[in-house]
Nanobody, 114 residues
Framework: VQLVESGGGLVQPGGSLRLSCAAS????????MSWYRQAPGKERELVAD????????YYADSVKGRFTISRDNAANTVYLRMNNLKPEDTAVYTC????????WGQGTQVTVSS
């Protein structure tokens, strides 16, 4: 099982990024997918979640209206589009696959700073 995130980086406040998470080693289309984040000194928090078929999504209140989770089951990839980024969005973002068992990626750093 492998989950590989990409797309992180340094962005100015108000900017946008799109994170990608490429999955392999399991039946991607059977798993719900999540994006979590952890900022220094803080607990990991669930940012967004999408069901296996993509028909239902969940967002943390802190990102609702700014972030969009989506998936491409043909490409075994889940995305997180992040708009209007704020300094408080700075964190390591990690994707996770879950269906009873849970798999984790290594994470990608997102830094929002001027």
């Amino acid at each position: 099982v492998q989950l590989v995130e990409s797309g992180g980086g340094l962005v100015q406040p108000g900017g946008s990024l799109r994170l990608s998470c490429a999955a392999s080693g399991f039946t991607f289309s059977s798993y719900a997918m999540s994006w979590y984040r952890q900022a220094p000194g803080k607990e990991r928090e669930l940012v967004a979640d999408i069901t296996s078929g993509g028909g239902s999504t969940y967002y943390a209140d802190s990102v609702k209206g700014r972030f969009t989770i989506s998936r491409d089951n043909a490409a075994n990839t889940v995305y997180l589009r992040m708009n209007n980024l704020k300094p408080e969005d700075t964190a390591v973002y990690t994707c996770s696959a879950h269906r009873g068992a849970r798999y984790w990626g290594q994470g990608t750093q997102v830094t929002v700073s001027s």
